[in-house]
């Protein structure tokens, strides 16, 4: 049994969550992957992966496996890059994920402008609002807002211009209490969205205090998606938490208003995030150094829409 190429059924068995999707991608026949899968848990002793007609689940055991299998492949993948020298052109698939609206909105156009540029390179899109697990999940690089955590992986900063903001329609404004400050949001309709609070909603502390200021409230809507919350702040059903490129084009036409920005939290950071090594590899390389002008200019762009720019 050639394990390695073993190891690529596997995992693009997992990554296309069935035997037949696997055997299309890989362009062989659906009795191939199974034989090929059956080895490599005859090799290593355990079953990885449930089985069913539609679907597969990877056991606890194959859950591991997986990892290891792709930090293996990765490492191959790159060994085969660098011994083809610095001047390779960019090549294979290319892994990217990236928060859903910014990865519909700003990224997609400049990936597609990339492949263009690069007709070997293919590419998957992880639209995702949550942070992956870069190695474990495959990914070659990830588009984050906010903080970063794993100082293993390697980052190119493309701004800090995105802020949490509070809107409303100019109708459900001039229909309710003036909001002069954060405690005014007692007397309002809240939307919330569930990555932004549920229950509460943080700000800068007052003049003179050091400690932030924590509005409790009781939401007139809950809801799970950023477009979902845009649909009812739009319909004047209440005030909304999203990030300053979420509601761009909105504040731009007058359908939506920011309010209390002078009491937000300072701007997120903006980052390409790629496993330590990987921007060794072409395709990496190429994409990192195509793609951050252009996010840098586009988050300007959007962040200077809601005139909230720095």
């Known amino acids: 049994m050639d394990r390695i190429d073993a190891m690529k059924v596997f995992i693009t068995a997992i990554d296309e969550g069935s035997l037949a999707g696997a055997a299309r991608r890989l362009q062989r026949s659906p009795t191939a992957v199974s034989r090929a899968l059956g080895l490599l848990e005859v090799h290593v002793g355990i ?29 191959l993948e790159e060994a085969d890059m660098l011994a083809g020298g610095e001047r390779a052109a960019p090549r294979g698939m290319l892994t990217i994920s990236a928060p859903p609206i910014v990865g519909e909105q700003v990224l997609v156009p400049i990936l597609n402008d990339f492949l263009d540029l690069h ?6 899109l992880l639209l995702l609002d949550r942070f992956v697990n870069l190695v ?8 984050r807002i906010g903080h970063l955590v794993d100082s293993s992986h390697i980052s190119t900063r493309l701004g800090g211009d995105v802020r949490r903001v509070v809107v409303a329609s100019p109708r459900y404004l001039a229909a309710h209490p003036r909001i002069e ?12 969205f569930t990555n932004f609070g549920l229950e509460s909603w943080s700000f800068t502390p007052a003049n003179g205090a050091s400690i932030p200021r924590t509005i409790q409230f009781k939401p007139r809507c809950t809801v799970n998606s950023v477009r979902a919350a845009l649909v009812s702040a739009l319909a004047g059903s209440g005030l909304t938490r999203l990030y300053s490129y979420h509601v761009a084009e909105y504040v731009r036409d007058g359908r939506l208003k920011i309010v209390l920005a002078e009491a937000e939290h300072s701007a997120l950071p903006v980052h390409l995030v790629a496993p330590h090594g990987r921007l060794s590899v072409p395709k990496v390389r190429a994409f990192v150094d195509f793609a951050a002008p252009r996010l ?15």
Do not use: M, N, W
């Not at 840098?296 to 720095?310: D, M, P, Q, Y």
């Open 47 to 75: 079953e990885l992966l449930h089985r069913t007609t539609r679907s597969l689940k990877l056991s606890e055991a194959g859950q591991r496996y997986a990892a290891a299998c792709r930090r293996i492949l990765t490492e």
């Open 119 to 124: 007709p070997a390179v293919s590419t998957q």
């Open 136 to 143: 474990e999940e495959g990914v070659d690089i990830a588009l």
């Open 181 to 192: 400050e954060p405690a005014d949001l007692a007397k309002h309709q809240i939307i919330a």
């Open 296 to 310: 840098r200019s586009e988050f300007a762009r959007l962040a200077a829409e809601t005139g909230i720019l720095g």
